[in-house]
Protein backbone atom coordinates (compact mmCIF):
# COMPACT_ATOMS: atom_id res chain seq x y z
CA UNK A 1 0.00 0.00 0.00
CA UNK A 2 1.90 3.19 -1.14
CA UNK A 3 0.26 6.53 0.30
CA UNK A 4 1.59 9.84 -0.85
CA UNK A 5 1.24 13.47 0.55
CA UNK A 6 3.17 16.53 0.91
CA UNK A 7 4.36 18.73 2.84
CA UNK A 8 2.49 21.77 2.32
CA UNK A 9 -0.08 20.57 -0.34
CA UNK A 10 -2.28 17.33 -0.43
CA UNK A 11 -1.96 15.08 -3.44
CA UNK A 12 -3.39 12.05 -2.90
CA UNK A 13 -4.86 9.75 0.09
CA UNK A 14 -5.42 6.46 -0.22
CA UNK A 15 -7.11 4.99 2.94
CA UNK A 16 -5.12 3.06 5.87
CA UNK A 17 -6.43 -0.35 6.05
CA UNK A 18 -7.23 -1.56 9.08
CA UNK A 19 -6.70 -4.93 10.04
CA UNK A 20 -6.59 -6.97 13.00
CA UNK A 21 -2.61 -8.20 12.60
CA UNK A 22 0.15 -5.76 14.24
CA UNK A 23 0.72 -2.88 11.25
CA UNK A 24 4.06 -2.22 10.81
CA UNK A 25 4.96 1.25 10.34
CA UNK A 26 5.45 2.35 7.11
CA UNK A 27 8.91 2.86 5.18
CA UNK A 28 8.81 6.20 4.20
CA UNK A 29 10.32 8.65 1.33
CA UNK A 30 10.86 12.34 1.87
CA UNK A 31 12.39 14.63 -0.62
CA UNK A 32 14.35 17.22 0.22
CA UNK A 33 15.94 18.79 -3.13
CA UNK A 34 14.97 17.87 -6.31
CA UNK A 35 16.50 19.56 -9.04
CA UNK A 36 19.54 18.73 -10.96
CA UNK A 37 23.01 20.09 -12.38
CA UNK A 38 22.67 23.75 -10.03
CA UNK A 39 20.19 24.96 -7.41
CA UNK A 40 17.61 27.53 -9.06
CA UNK A 41 15.92 29.40 -6.74
CA UNK A 42 13.11 31.98 -7.84
CA UNK A 43 9.25 32.40 -8.62
CA UNK A 44 9.19 29.95 -11.34
CA UNK A 45 10.33 27.09 -9.11
CA UNK A 46 8.80 27.42 -6.05
CA UNK A 47 5.90 24.89 -6.47
CA UNK A 48 8.52 21.62 -7.53
CA UNK A 49 11.72 23.74 -5.94
CA UNK A 50 15.05 24.12 -6.40
CA UNK A 51 17.38 22.24 -4.17
CA UNK A 52 19.79 19.90 -5.98
CA UNK A 53 19.68 16.11 -4.92
CA UNK A 54 18.75 14.65 -1.43
CA UNK A 55 16.40 12.12 -0.65
CA UNK A 56 15.27 10.69 2.93
CA UNK A 57 14.22 7.17 3.35
CA UNK A 58 13.39 5.64 7.15
CA UNK A 59 12.78 2.40 7.72
CA UNK A 60 12.30 0.32 11.04
CA UNK A 61 14.61 2.34 12.93
CA UNK A 62 17.12 3.21 10.03
CA UNK A 63 17.82 6.54 7.96
CA UNK A 64 18.70 6.59 4.92
CA UNK A 65 20.40 9.84 3.18
CA UNK A 66 20.61 9.66 -0.72
CA UNK A 67 23.04 12.29 -2.14
CA UNK A 68 24.15 15.49 -0.66
CA UNK A 69 23.11 18.42 -3.20
CA UNK A 70 21.54 21.82 -1.52
CA UNK A 71 18.13 19.67 0.04
CA UNK A 72 20.79 17.81 2.64
CA UNK A 73 21.04 21.61 4.20
CA UNK A 74 17.66 21.77 4.46
CA UNK A 75 17.38 18.37 6.02
CA UNK A 76 20.15 18.86 8.50
CA UNK A 77 18.10 22.00 9.96
CA UNK A 78 15.01 19.62 10.78
CA UNK A 79 17.53 17.13 12.17
CA UNK A 80 19.11 19.52 14.69
CA UNK A 81 15.51 19.35 16.54
CA UNK A 82 16.23 15.51 16.82
CA UNK A 83 19.31 15.00 18.00
CA UNK A 84 21.61 13.21 18.61
CA UNK A 85 20.83 11.57 14.84
CA UNK A 86 22.35 8.88 13.64
CA UNK A 87 22.27 8.30 9.42
CA UNK A 88 23.92 6.70 6.40
CA UNK A 89 24.50 8.74 3.74
CA UNK A 90 24.66 7.07 0.17
CA UNK A 91 26.13 9.23 -2.85
CA UNK A 92 25.29 8.33 -6.36
CA UNK A 93 28.81 10.20 -7.24
CA UNK A 94 30.44 13.63 -6.54
CA UNK A 95 28.94 15.67 -9.13
CA UNK A 96 29.06 19.12 -7.36
CA UNK A 97 25.01 19.36 -7.21
CA UNK A 98 25.02 15.68 -5.46
CA UNK A 99 27.75 16.93 -2.90
CA UNK A 100 27.63 20.81 -2.43
CA UNK A 101 25.08 20.86 0.62
CA UNK A 102 27.31 18.66 2.43
CA UNK A 103 29.62 21.46 3.66
CA UNK A 104 26.53 22.93 5.19
CA UNK A 105 25.31 19.80 7.16
CA UNK A 106 24.73 21.28 10.09
CA UNK A 107 24.17 17.78 12.08
CA UNK A 108 28.26 16.39 10.99
CA UNK A 109 29.37 19.48 12.90
CA UNK A 110 28.06 18.29 16.34
CA UNK A 111 29.69 15.92 18.49
CA UNK A 112 27.48 13.00 19.35
CA UNK A 113 25.59 12.87 15.40
CA UNK A 114 26.74 9.44 13.90
CA UNK A 115 26.74 9.26 10.24
CA UNK A 116 28.17 5.97 7.80
CA UNK A 117 28.68 7.78 4.15
CA UNK A 118 29.22 5.35 1.52
CA UNK A 119 30.01 5.68 -2.01
CA UNK A 120 31.38 3.12 -4.90
CA UNK A 121 34.90 4.84 -5.21
CA UNK A 122 34.94 7.32 -8.93
CA UNK A 123 37.00 6.32 -12.18
CA UNK A 124 40.51 7.86 -10.78
CA UNK A 125 39.83 5.50 -8.17
CA UNK A 126 39.50 8.33 -5.45
CA UNK A 127 37.27 7.45 -2.23
CA UNK A 128 34.63 9.74 -0.67
CA UNK A 129 36.31 10.98 1.92
CA UNK A 130 39.17 12.22 -0.19
CA UNK A 131 36.34 13.30 -2.64
CA UNK A 132 34.35 15.59 0.41
CA UNK A 133 37.28 16.42 1.74
CA UNK A 134 39.00 17.96 -1.49
CA UNK A 135 35.86 20.21 -2.18
CA UNK A 136 36.19 21.77 1.16
CA UNK A 137 39.78 22.81 0.73
CA UNK A 138 41.13 26.33 0.20
CA UNK A 139 40.62 28.30 -2.10
CA UNK A 140 37.34 26.94 -2.34
CA UNK A 141 35.59 27.27 1.10
CA UNK A 142 36.87 28.38 4.44
CA UNK A 143 37.04 25.69 6.96
CA UNK A 144 37.69 21.87 6.46
CA UNK A 145 36.37 18.71 6.88
CA UNK A 146 38.27 17.79 9.78
CA UNK A 147 36.31 20.70 11.12
CA UNK A 148 33.07 18.47 11.64
CA UNK A 149 32.90 17.35 15.16
CA UNK A 150 30.70 14.49 14.66
CA UNK A 151 31.40 10.68 14.30
CA UNK A 152 31.80 10.55 11.11
CA UNK A 153 32.59 7.09 9.03
CA UNK A 154 33.76 6.34 5.48
CA UNK A 155 33.02 3.32 3.34
CA UNK A 156 34.19 2.53 -0.14
CA UNK A 157 31.61 0.50 -1.72
CA UNK A 158 32.31 -2.64 -4.57
CA UNK A 159 30.07 -1.81 -7.27
CA UNK A 160 27.19 -4.36 -7.00
CA UNK A 161 27.72 -4.88 -3.10
CA UNK A 162 24.85 -5.16 -0.82
CA UNK A 163 24.94 -3.11 2.75
CA UNK A 164 23.00 -4.50 5.83
CA UNK A 165 21.90 -1.65 7.75
CA UNK A 166 20.58 -3.72 10.98
CA UNK A 167 16.46 -4.00 11.22
CA UNK A 168 16.28 -6.09 8.07
CA UNK A 169 17.33 -2.99 5.65
CA UNK A 170 18.92 -3.66 2.81
CA UNK A 171 20.93 -1.31 0.54
CA UNK A 172 22.60 -2.47 -3.08
CA UNK A 173 23.70 -0.48 -5.84
CA UNK A 174 24.09 -1.18 -9.44
CA UNK A 175 26.81 0.72 -11.66
CA UNK A 176 24.76 2.85 -14.30
CA UNK A 177 25.97 5.23 -17.40
CA UNK A 178 27.10 8.81 -16.59
CA UNK A 179 30.57 10.39 -17.13
CA UNK A 180 33.24 9.82 -14.55
CA UNK A 181 30.76 6.84 -13.19
CA UNK A 182 28.04 6.97 -10.88
CA UNK A 183 25.59 4.05 -9.19
CA UNK A 184 22.23 3.69 -8.13
CA UNK A 185 20.13 2.49 -5.10
CA UNK A 186 17.90 0.03 -4.09
CA UNK A 187 16.51 -0.04 -0.91
CA UNK A 188 15.02 -3.37 0.15
CA UNK A 189 13.08 -3.88 3.66
CA UNK A 190 10.13 -6.07 4.52
CA UNK A 191 9.58 -6.99 0.74
CA UNK A 192 9.37 -3.10 0.07
CA UNK A 193 11.88 -1.59 -2.79
CA UNK A 194 12.24 1.44 -3.47
CA UNK A 195 15.01 2.37 -6.73
CA UNK A 196 16.87 5.56 -6.91
CA UNK A 197 17.71 5.95 -10.71
CA UNK A 198 19.65 9.31 -11.14
CA UNK A 199 22.38 10.62 -12.96
CA UNK A 200 22.34 8.22 -15.98
CA UNK A 201 21.39 8.27 -19.73
CA UNK A 202 19.49 5.62 -20.72
CA UNK A 203 21.14 3.01 -23.72
CA UNK A 204 20.11 3.69 -27.53
CA UNK A 205 18.54 -0.04 -28.13
CA UNK A 206 17.90 -1.56 -24.80
CA UNK A 207 17.19 -0.98 -21.21
CA UNK A 208 20.46 -0.18 -19.16
CA UNK A 209 21.18 -3.52 -17.61
CA UNK A 210 21.85 -1.98 -13.96
CA UNK A 211 18.82 0.80 -14.20
CA UNK A 212 16.39 -2.58 -14.60
CA UNK A 213 18.34 -4.59 -11.31
CA UNK A 214 17.45 -1.85 -9.30
CA UNK A 215 14.28 -0.92 -10.76
CA UNK A 216 12.81 -4.72 -11.17
CA UNK A 217 9.13 -4.63 -9.61
CA UNK A 218 9.76 -2.09 -7.36
CA UNK A 219 7.10 -0.36 -5.37
CA UNK A 220 8.65 2.85 -5.95
CA UNK A 221 11.22 3.82 -8.68
CA UNK A 222 12.60 7.42 -8.55
CA UNK A 223 14.56 8.28 -12.37
CA UNK A 224 16.28 10.52 -13.81
CA UNK A 225 14.18 12.71 -15.97
CA UNK A 226 16.25 15.55 -16.67
CA UNK A 227 14.75 16.17 -20.00
CA UNK A 228 12.05 15.55 -23.03
CA UNK A 229 12.72 12.98 -25.56
CA UNK A 230 12.50 16.19 -27.78
CA UNK A 231 15.41 17.91 -25.82
CA UNK A 232 17.80 14.98 -25.75
CA UNK A 233 17.11 14.17 -29.30
CA UNK A 234 17.32 18.15 -30.50
CA UNK A 235 18.88 18.45 -34.12
CA UNK A 236 21.13 21.97 -33.15
CA UNK A 237 21.37 21.43 -28.65
CA UNK A 238 21.29 17.80 -27.95
CA UNK A 239 21.99 16.24 -24.86
CA UNK A 240 23.19 12.82 -25.97
CA UNK A 241 26.31 11.84 -24.28
CA UNK A 242 25.73 14.30 -20.86
CA UNK A 243 24.72 11.25 -19.12
CA UNK A 244 21.09 11.82 -18.16
CA UNK A 245 17.73 10.78 -19.48
CA UNK A 246 14.18 11.57 -20.57
CA UNK A 247 10.84 11.10 -18.71
CA UNK A 248 9.90 9.07 -21.73
CA UNK A 249 12.60 6.53 -21.06
CA UNK A 250 10.89 6.71 -17.11
CA UNK A 251 7.91 5.48 -18.67
CA UNK A 252 9.78 3.09 -20.42
CA UNK A 253 11.43 1.24 -18.30
CA UNK A 254 8.90 1.79 -15.49
CA UNK A 255 6.28 -0.45 -17.42
CA UNK A 256 9.03 -3.16 -18.32
CA UNK A 257 10.09 -3.31 -14.92
CA UNK A 258 6.13 -3.25 -13.58
CA UNK A 259 7.13 -0.32 -11.29
CA UNK A 260 4.71 0.28 -8.90
CA UNK A 261 4.76 3.98 -8.41
CA UNK A 262 7.14 6.14 -10.37
CA UNK A 263 8.64 9.64 -9.66
CA UNK A 264 10.25 11.92 -12.38
CA UNK A 265 13.50 13.17 -10.82
CA UNK A 266 16.61 15.67 -11.37
CA UNK A 267 14.30 18.28 -12.93
CA UNK A 268 16.29 20.47 -15.23
CA UNK A 269 17.35 23.83 -14.09
CA UNK A 270 16.04 25.55 -16.96
CA UNK A 271 11.87 23.91 -16.27
CA UNK A 272 10.10 25.83 -14.39
CA UNK A 273 6.68 24.72 -12.78
CA UNK A 274 4.24 25.20 -15.70
CA UNK A 275 6.55 22.81 -17.75
CA UNK A 276 6.73 20.21 -14.68
CA UNK A 277 3.32 20.25 -14.68
CA UNK A 278 2.68 19.82 -18.22
CA UNK A 279 5.42 16.90 -17.88
CA UNK A 280 3.47 15.68 -15.48
CA UNK A 281 0.17 15.41 -17.76
CA UNK A 282 2.11 13.55 -20.62
CA UNK A 283 3.63 10.98 -18.55
CA UNK A 284 0.50 10.14 -16.45
CA UNK A 285 -1.27 9.72 -19.96
CA UNK A 286 1.16 6.67 -20.37
CA UNK A 287 1.81 5.23 -16.81
CA UNK A 288 -0.85 6.68 -14.51
CA UNK A 289 1.13 6.06 -11.45
CA UNK A 290 3.59 9.09 -11.85
CA UNK A 291 4.66 11.98 -10.09
CA UNK A 292 7.00 14.45 -10.58
CA UNK A 293 9.32 14.83 -7.49
CA UNK A 294 8.74 17.91 -5.37
CA UNK A 295 10.48 19.34 -1.87
CA UNK A 296 8.45 17.98 0.31
CA UNK A 297 6.89 15.13 -1.34
CA UNK A 298 6.26 12.33 0.96
CA UNK A 299 5.25 8.93 0.42
CA UNK A 300 4.67 6.04 2.74
CA UNK A 301 4.87 2.18 1.62
CA UNK A 302 3.71 -0.02 3.99
CA UNK A 303 4.51 -4.12 4.46
CA UNK A 304 2.18 -6.20 3.14
CA UNK A 305 1.06 -7.60 6.09
CA UNK A 306 -2.08 -9.72 4.96
ZN1 LIG B 1 23.09 15.42 -10.92
ZN1 LIG C 1 26.07 13.88 -12.33
Not at 46 to 71: H, K, L, S
Request: net charge negative; hydrophobic share 40%.
Amino acid sequence: MIDITSQECFLWHTTIKICDMPMFNPLTIRFWGVRGSIPCPGSHTVRYGGNTPCVEIQANGQRIIFDGGTGLRVLGEHLMSQQPVAAHLFFTHTHWDHIQGFPFFQPAFVPGNQFHIYAVPGKNGQGIERRLNDQMLHPNFPVPLQIMGGDLRFYDLEAGEQVHLGGGVVVSNEALNHPGGGVGYRVSWQGIHVAYITDTEHLPDQLHPGAFVLADRADVMIYDATYTDEEYHHPRQSKVGWGHSTWQEAVKLAQAAQVKQLILFHHDPSHDDDFLDRIGELARAQFPQTLLAREGLMISVYPNVM
